[in-house]
Antibody, heavy 117, light 112 residues
């Protein structure tokens, strides 16, 4: 059974970088699919942030393009999110998810990141 | 970006009742390959979102046939029949036809 699990700091200071890890079990991230980061803001709005494909290519939401980087460590079956120059508006619950032609079929449990000094 | 507009924002239902949620996109969701990548998700309280319906009308593995999706082009509907307590939460539509992928604002389903 495929499982995804986010991890990382729950509190980040403004202007610093947010870094999260998604650990995947039950499926090898190089075998197929795209591996995404999605965030949900307070108040229900959801935003797809970007993905890294099984081949290692990336695609980012243009709204974040200058601040975001998604990378991976295939030896650990993990992929990562880095979001630079965060502000309080980046406070959200961050999810990693597997994307295929059926949509986002598998999600992590989510991790709340608060941006505050 | 494709804007996804869901209505209503909230919905009250009696157990055993039926509800419909509408999702409209600002552009056609028909992909160049002929598929329409419109999905529906449910986020139950305290849980991560789960996929219910993909490509407009296909139920994901393990999803009850009480959930049905329909629509085409820019107008889509999710119907839930014989509502059960486990159906409560926030429903989202999402499109995967055009980057960046986008979601509707959510519809909260509550008990009457």
């Amino acid at each position: 059974e495929i499982q995804l699990q986010e991890s990382g700091p729950g509190l980040v200071k403004p202007s610093q970088s947010l870094s999260l890890t998604c650990s995947v079990t039950g499926y090898t991230i190089t075998s197929g699919y795209d591996w995404s980061w999605i965030r949900k803001f307070p108040g229900n709005k959801m935003e797809w942030m970007g993905y890294i494909s099984n081949s290692g290519s990336t695609n980012y939401n243009p709204s974040l393009k200058i601040r975001i980087s998604i990378t991976r460590d295939t030896s650990k079956n993990q992929f990562f999110l880095q979001l630079n120059s965060v502000t309080t508006e980046d406070t959200a619950t961050y999810y990693c998810a597997r994307m295929g032609i059926k949509g986002f079929a598998y999600w992590g449990q989510g991790t709340l990141v608060t941006v505050s000094s | 970006d494709v804007v996804m507009t869901q209505t209503p924002v909230s919905l009250s239902v009696s157990l055993g009742g039926q509800v419909s949620i509408s999702c409209r996109s600002s552009q056609s969701l028909v992909h160049n390959n002929g598929n329409t990548y419109l999905s529906w998700y449910l986020q139950k309280p305290g849980q991560s979102p789960q996929l219910l319906i993909y490509k407009v009308s296909n139920r994901f593995s393990g999803i009850s046939d009480r959930f049905s999706g329909s629509g085409s082009g820019t107008d889509f509907t999710l119907k839930i029949s014989r509502v059960e307590p486990d159906d409560l939460g926030v429903y989202y539509c999402g499109q995967g036809t055009q980057y960046p992928w986008t979601f509707g604002g959510g519809t909260k389903l509550e008990l009457k």
